[in-house]
């Protein structure tokens, strides 16, 4: 669980640093979608609004390939402009592990 807690705080904590519209690894999002189909062939596995509840200002996606085990983090404006966050290889997924029923947790 410490785990999963700490993983999700540095993702979100990336995403609440992200580089300037012009740093380099950005470009339009179906670019950058197109790229990360046909070259690693990853898909979108997780995603979510960032910003106050009136005010949602950036996407944040995490894309990711079982055939090759890459991934790739990015976070796309309201503009359409799409940055890479972060990118590695042996991406795994975990799923949640839930109390049986009947146990109070």
Known sequence: MFKRVVGAALLFGMAAAAP????????????????LQSKYAEAMVAGGLQGSND????????????????????MTNAQ??????AAGTDWFQQEAELPPDGIEG
């Open 80 to 85: 359409g402009l799409s940055c890479i966050l």
């Open 20 to 35: 300037p519209a012009n740093a380099a690894g950005c470009a339009m999002r179906d670019i950058v979608v197109e790229r």
């Open 55 to 74: 005010n949602k200002l950036t996407m944040l996606e995490v894309w990711s390939s079982e055939k090759t085990g890459t991934f790739t983090v990015i």
